[in-house]
């Protein structure tokens, strides 16, 4: 299975957002993709206002998902990216959505908000409370996570127990010391946690690393983007999973009862 992720710096403009993340859609379907992931807060942008993306929520019926899924009826493949929702009066849901032909097929309220590195994510956003059901593209199945899920190993791995073979990683993971150290050894862990595939995909610019990546089961980064605007492709094998989890059995060979998620 053809796997990519597209990473952009966001403008303040929702339509020039929108755009770009039509034409990386058009760029991997043509290279025949079966699995798209795309950054974290796609709406609006602003290096001098952190909040901006909320202050720009949309709805799933607002402009921007619907020229996303007006593209996506044109194929098959499966875009995940996240956008923030309207929730109460200036608050917002940063919720993960899942696109085919046309269709929101998934969605997934942040769990973890980024309270960390004198940022304060919940200040303007509310956290979610469940754990996403699996999807499945071409026969795998996948676990939706999004940016400072990262850091938890909880929710990959209940992920992968539930028979995730895949991870997808929208982020804007943001630029400071070790940050990008954190980034490279937090993606090859929750590889080897769960013995899954990852792909995730960085908003790039000035305040955010880029960096899009597709991990193996073992850890080794596949596919690699630096700090532009970049989409990049790995193929990606359940056989190769299969042979991976017989040689290291994590899942199997665990002696603790299974992390509960809200």
């Not at 608050?91 to 997934?108: D, H, K, M, P, Q």
Request: net charge negative.
């Amino acid at each position: 299975m053809r796997v990519a992720a597209g990473q952009f710096a966001v403008t303040p403009d929702w339509p020039t957002n929108a755009q770009t993340c039509v034409s990386l859609m058009q760029q991997a379907a043509g290279a025949q993709t079966a699995l798209l992931v795309l950054p974290e807060a796609l709406l609006a942008r602003d290096d001098n206002d952190p909040y901006m993306s909320v202050k720009s929520a949309q709805a799933f019926d607002g402009g921007f998902l619907r020229r996303l899924l007006d593209e996506s009826r044109h194929n098959s493949m499966t875009t995940v990216l996240t956008i923030h929702v309207p929730t109460t009066e200036g608050r917002a849901a940063n919720t993960l959505v899942a696109l085919r032909s046309g269709e929101i097929i998934a969605e997934y309220q942040k769990l973890h908000l980024y309270d960390a590195f004198n940022i304060q994510e919940s200040k303007r956003v509310d956290a979610g409370n469940t754990l996403p059901a699996l999807i499945e593209v071409d026969g795998m199945k996948i676990g939706l996570m999004t940016c400072y899920d990262l850091r938890f190993p909880e929710i990959a791995l209940a992920h992968a127990l539930q028979g995730a073979e895949v991870l997808v990683l929208p982020t804007a993971w943001v630029r400071g010391p070790l940050k990008e150290h954190h980034w490279a050894t937090l993606l090859a862990a929750r590889a080897l946690d769960t013995t899954c595939y990852i792909v995730a995909a960085g908003e790039c610019g000035n305040k955010n690393i880029g960096q899009s990546r597709v991990v193996d089961p073992l850890g080794v980064t596949l596919a690699g983007a630096g700090y532009a605007q970049q989409l990049i492709f790995a193929d990606i094998s359940l056989e190769v999973l299969q042979q991976v989890r017989a040689q290291l059995p994590v899942l199997k060979n665990r002696r603790f009862a299974p992390p509960q998620i809200m």
